[in-house]
């Protein structure tokens, strides 16, 4: 899933109304549905433009998508309040009952600059629920509406990322269910760390080649495996995506092997790409595709961020691999990568947590 450089910036203009309760119910559905309030006959105009923004492939052995579209009228959205994910769509003057909805809920500054700024959108977090997204997209006349769709497509596609992973984030990351001594041994011997789960187990601690592997459900038909590796002393010619492949390749080549070593991971060259992005205020290459046994037979998706840390002059690879050949991959490559991203070096960790993490270390336990 694909995380852009840019920046979604956007003016959250007030609503005319917000939530009465105080105490807001957690938004409620599947985190890949982005609800559509449109009428029939201008959704049908717009479909093809926000379902090039949204309803983006991933690289899976089956095509899946980042997003599903489903199109409710504005008479429902009762019914959709609570809803992660909205979209609230019309031109504004077209007179349809959802451009009459729009004009309901924002005031005349607000109007005129969706009538006629491209860049403005109006975004609304928490508006009904805790955890909740709503968009307003609407333009003087739908020519101009589908232009600023297609403008903004990228934009809009990080910040229902963004809002996505925050709230995965919040349902994975717990205190109870983490494994604070793993984290401790990585940040003491290491200098970095990430959220490990508590089914997640060391499977390989090389130090001579900088390579650790956390795998969850080995043997099983869902399993999921994330490794780091990283390169001392080195310097940012390796960011390349030539240069990704190989490491990447080399490294399942030797660690990613079948138990009776006749077969071993490799990037399968068909599904493959890689573009820039922003790693956590960090400049990163993405890359995102299939893996594949050498001898084929099996496979799945994988990720990888790979980044130069200047302070450290260290190269950093994050990795995450899918293989559940029976179940639907999307949710689990998006809550792969956001264990990803909770990737830390010592030096962006307090001193107080550092040595919490590190006092959790019991040397008598084979992690």
């Known amino acids: 899933m694909k995380k852009y450089l840019i920046l979604f910036f956007l003016t959250a203009q007030l609503f005319l109304f917000i ?5 807001q119910k957690p938004a409620t559905g599947f985190e890949d549905e982005i609800y ?59 007179g349809s009952y ?29 508006l009904w629920a805790r955890g909740q997204l709503v968009t307003i997209l609407s333009a003087s006349n739908m020519q101009e509406l589908e232009f600023k769709i297609l403008r903004n497509k990228d934009n809009l596609l990080f910040a229902y990322q ?73 310097t940012p010619e390796y960011l390349n995506a030539d240069s990704i492949k190989s490491i990447r ?25 890689t573009s820039e992005v922003n790693f956590n205020n960090r400049y990163a290459l993405y890359t995102q595709g299939l893996w594949e046994l050498n001898i084929k037979g099996m496979g799945g998706p994988f990720i990888n961020y790979t980044f130069y840390d200047e302070k450290s002059r260290r190269l950093y690879m994050l990795d995450g691999s899918i293989y559940a050949p029976k179940y639907y991959k999307r949710n689990l490559i ?13 030096d962006e960790i307090s001193k107080e947590r550092a040595d919490y993490l590190i006092d959790k270390i019991d040397e008598s336990i084979k992690y």
């Open 19 to 23: 939530s009465c309760d105080s105490v």
């Open 36 to 94: 559509i309030v449109a009428d029939s006959t201008e959704y049908e105009e717009l479909k093809l433009a926000l379902q090039s923004v949204f309803e983006v492939e991933i690289n899976t052995p089956l095509p899946e998508k980042l997003f599903t579209l489903h199109r409710i009228s504005s008479n429902q959205i009762d019914k959709a309040q609570r809803k992660k994910n909205i979209v609230i769509v019309a031109p504004l003057n077209s």
């Open 98 to 126: 959802t451009s009459q909805y729009i004009k309901s809920i924002t005031d005349k500054e607000v109007q005129q600059k969706l009538e006629t700024d491209n860049d403005f959108i109006l975004s609304k977090y928490d």
């Open 162 to 234: 963004k809002e996505s992973d925050k709230r995965l984030k919040e349902s994975l990351y717990s205190p109870k269910y983490e494994r604070k001594a793993i984290e401790g041994l990585l940040l003491r011997d290491y200098g970095w760390m990430v959220y490990v789960q508590a089914d997640f187990k060391l499977a390989k601690n090389d130090k001579e080649d900088k390579f650790v592997w956390l795998r969850r459900s080995p043997g099983s038909d869902m399993e999921r495996w994330i490794f780091v590796h990283w390169i001392d002393d080195a």
């Open 249 to 273: 390749n080399r490294l399942t080549e030797k660690f990613y092997q079948t138990a009776d070593d006749s077969a071993y991971v490799v990037i399968a060259d068909s599904f493959y790409t």
């Open 334 to 346: 998006q809550q792969t990568d956001v264990i990803l991203q909770s990737f830390l070096t010592r």
